[in-house]
Each structure stands twice: as C-alpha cells, then as structure tokens.
C-alpha cells in the first residue's frame, strides 16, 4: 500500500522565479532622538507617512526606536544576513520617504565596482558593431 501524501509535502520551497518573488529585505528600523533638532523631520515623518509606507509594504517588519542624544538612521535588514544604514539628519521628510524606499529596493548585497575600462559586460561581443549616424544611406542631422 502506498504511503499517505499530505498536503504541506506538497509545497514548494519559496523562491525568486517564476511566478514567486521573495523581498530580499525583512525588517526597516527608524532610530531617531525625541528632542534633538536633527530628528524633527524624522518624527514628522514617523507620525504622518510611516503608517502608509508600512501598509504599501506587509512583507516588511517597521520597527521605530526612540535613541535619545544620537542622530536619526535607518536601517535596513535583509535575508542574506546583511543590513545598510542611512543617516537621515538634515533632510527634509521627502528625503526621509526617499531613503526608504532606497532601503526597500535595495537587494542588500555588497556594491561592486566595475572593471576598469569595461562599463559593460556581456558574454558575447556585439555583432553590430557600434551604431554611427554617419554609416547610413541619409546621414543623420542634428
């Protein structure tokens, strides 16, 4: 006799695909200090536009923490164990909604420079060559 299949072996593993995106970030922390003048767009911003930007994201964890006699960060975590901290003293509260949403469209893995001399990579050359107004029957005017 067969053995019995239950229903949660038949669930797939998440991941990035087709059909399936997976956010690489988890959880957004705002520190900000409650009578500093540098946190003052800060907490402006945690009490008109926090509540928003939390519910066009549920896949991420808000988390806001009071640090009194340091400047206003955001930080960001992510899933492949990393995190990205942003100072946010200085801007105004769209700069605020700015650097967050940076922080949620970010992937979390480490920046890369490219290759000296290469700007793009591709595996394999352009068989076009490079495109000139000047390689064609009327030349281009500008």
């Avoid at 008109?48 to 400047?71: I, T, Y």
């Avoid at 901290?85 to 970010?106: D, N, W």
Wanted: hydrophobic residues 40%; aromatic residues 6%.
């Amino acid at each position: 006799m067969a053995s019995a299949l239950w229903r949660a072996q038949l669930r797939a593993a998440p991941a990035n695909g087709h059909g399936a995106f997976i956010a690489p970030i988890r959880k957004v922390v705002l520190e900000f200090c409650q009578h500093g003048p540098s946190s003052a767009n800060t907490r402006r911003f945690i009490s008109k536009d926090m509540e928003r930007v939390a519910r066009d994201n549920p896949h991420v964890e808000f988390v806001v923490k009071q640090r009194n006699g340091h400047e206003p960060i955001a930080r960001g975590f992510y899933v492949n164990g990393r995190d990205k901290v942003i100072p946010l003293q200085r801007l105004e509260v769209t700069g605020i909604e700015r650097k967050v949403e940076l922080i949620l469209e970010s992937s979390g893995s480490k920046i890369k420079a490219l290759k000296k001399g290469r700007i793009v990579e591709s595996t394999s050359e352009s068989v076009r060559g490079i495109w000139s107004g000047l390689h064609v029957d009327t030349p281009f005017m500008v």
